[in-house]
């Protein structure tokens, strides 16, 4: 729900995301990756008791953190099951999004819409395959070329165990993407879009 609309929470003060908690596999790789290929700094990094692993922290803006354990004896990645399959490049399907229940399927930054083509093209330099969707409002959702209905541009792009990343650019009110849609309810529509553009980078 939105502020912008007078709707806010009358339960609780929440003040935002303090942070997300994901696992990684090897905790150099990934610190390599979220501090010297995307710039945010490392600003924790604490180990667990008893031998457990480490718990380490990025600042990813605005007070808030994106954070990860490293467990030795964690299970292996389950792509598919507990992140999705490998859908980002040149032979992606970008609605292969599918995930289980209880699963985290993706996590996106909010960037300036004006740095999307700029931020995809640092990530290209990088050796970083991605995916650039426009979403509009179109029966597809999305578009090949920005136009007068789109609302959010985004690029798709993987960490270096898998997790699929979102940089997420507003064109428009966010509450665009949700005007004329159905009062929320119990039931949910597990229909397919027939098909889907999008540009891929690899």
Not at 6 to 32: M, P
Not at 79 to 105: C, F, Q, W
Not at 110 to 121: L, S
Request: contains cysteine; hydrophobic residues 35%.
């Amino acid at each position: 729900m939105s502020t912008e609309q007078g709707l806010k929470n009358s339960q609780f003060e929440l003040r935002g995301v303090n942070h997300l908690a994901l696992v990684c596999s090897n905790r150099a790789r990934t610190i390599d990756f979220y501090s010297n290929v995307l710039g945010m700094p490392l600003v924790g990094d604490i180990e667990l008791p008893d031998g457990r692993g480490h718990h380490f922290f990025f600042d990813i803006g605005k007070g808030d953190l994106l954070a990860f354990f490293e467990f030795p004896d964690a299970p292996k990645a389950a792509p598919g099951v507990a992140s999705p399959r490998k859908n980002i490049g040149e032979s992606a399907d970008p609605m292969d999004l599918i995930t289980a229940h209880v699963s985290m399927n993706h996590v996106a930054f909010d960037v300036p819409a004006e740095k999307i083509d700029e931020y995809r093209e640092r990530l290209t330099a990088k050796g970083i395959p991605n995916t650039l969707i426009n979403h509009d409002r179109s029966p597809s959702q999305r578009s090949k070329e920005v136009n007068e209905s789109t609302i959010i541009r985004s690029i798709y792009f993987m960490d270096p165990d898998g997790i699929v990343l979102e940089f997420a650019g507003w064109l428009r009110p966010r509450e665009e993407l949700f005007r004329e849609s159905p009062p929320p309810s119990l039931s949910a529509d597990h229909s397919r879009p027939a098909e889907a553009d999008a540009t891929t980078s690899s």
